[in-house]
């Protein structure tokens, strides 16, 4: 009888999942694990089945990029975090010998990129940021296509997604409020995103804990630009808080500008915690406290799920280690 991956995963006492990324030179795969499996597919007279071997050859060994264009206007992004994220994604595709498809922003609905791969552009999508493009995405998991997600995980969806612990970054903003002694606490985000919304409900459950106030700025449009227009509004109409979370670094540089310019400056008069840890953050004046994502690992996991689902493995979604980086603000 014909040795499958299966039997390999059994004897190498590893998941089917752990044998494919062997085989497919994944670089999650630590190097005792991939010799040991390689040493016995080859005892056993391992060889990949034919049938499979020609679906392979029909694909194109292309993976399309989706950016959420639609949070910044004009299609528009200009934070670096999603630039960031893209490198890491980039790399890892190099890895695996993959080309990358910026795809355009009207690339909006499933029937589209349903047709995509139809056509075979690309053999799968890795969409940066779920944005509010949810139904979207819930649409496309029904059509079995492969595809991967950063943004909130949620263990009711049905797609894969790979994203950091959001509502734990929100506790670690909270606590460090806490411990600065603030009792008046401003959200700087649009939390119909499921991401920073995650990162508000944790900011609020310290801040009920710790009785504080909960204040809310929504900002539609996450450009540095509206986001200072937004805050120095909001300073015109409203008492000070003494402490700040915005929804990312950018964000938090925009508050930090428009409080200025309104004599307030930090950390003597509010506290700030940013999120993405971007690499200006610490070296802005002055330095931003933040919550980081670790994009490098991120990027070689959106592949590794992607790939996983082109093999025809289920891929289980994923939520990467959040932690806070204490700096002047």
């Known amino acids: 009888m014909a040795v499958n991956m299966g039997d390999i995963a059994r004897l190498a006492n590893v998941s089917k999942p752990t044998v494919s990324r062997v085989l497919n030179d994944s670089p999650l795969v630590s190097k005792e694990t991939r010799e040991r499996v390689l040493e016995i597919a080859r005892a056993q007279g391992y060889a990949v089945n034919r049938n499979a071997q020609k679906l392979r050859q029909l694909r194109t060994s292309t993976i399309a990029v989706l950016l959420d264009f639609g949070s910044h206007r004009r299609g528009r992004i200009g934070d670096p975090f999603i630039f960031e994220l893209l490198a890491g994604v980039s790399e890892a595709l190099s890895i695996r010998n993959q080309d990358l498809l910026l795809s355009p922003p009207g690339l909006t609905d499933a029937k589209s990129c349903v047709d995509l791969l139809r056509a075979r552009a690309a053999d799968g999508f890795i969409f940066l940021g779920q944005g509010g493009r949810e139904p979207m995405l819930r649409e496309l998991g029904r059509s079995n296509a492969p595809f991967v997600v950063w943004g909130a995980v949620d263990a009711g969806d049905n797609y894969c997604a790979v994203g950091s612990d959001n509502r734990l970054g929100g506790r670690l903003a909270g606590e460090q409020f806490s411990r ?11 939390i119909s995103h499921a991401e920073i919304h995650l990162r508000y409900e944790g900011m609020c459950e310290v801040a009920a804990a710790k009785g504080a106030e909960v204040l809310h700025l929504p900002v539609s449009d996450m450009a540095f630009n509206a986001v200072h227009a937004a805050v ?8 000070a808080p003494d402490a700040v979370f ?7 540089m925009a508050v930090i500008s428009a409080f200025r310019a309104a004599g307030l400056v930090a950390p003597r008069d509010y506290a700030l915690v940013g999120y993405n840890d971007i690499p200006p953050a610490a070296h802005f004046s002055p330095s931003i406290t933040t919550i980081e994502q670790e994009t490098h690992l991120a990027g070689a996991i959106l592949v590794e799920k992607l790939m996983q689902q082109i093999e025809g493995i289920r891929a289980q979604s994923a939520m990467l280690p959040t932690r806070i980086i204490v700096r002047e603000t």
């Open 246 to 252: 915005a929804f990312s670094d950018t964000a938090a």
């Open 180 to 190: 600065r002694g603030a009792k008046r606490w401003l959200f700087v985000g649009d």
């Open 232 to 239: 120095a509004g909001w300073l015109r109409d409203h008492q």
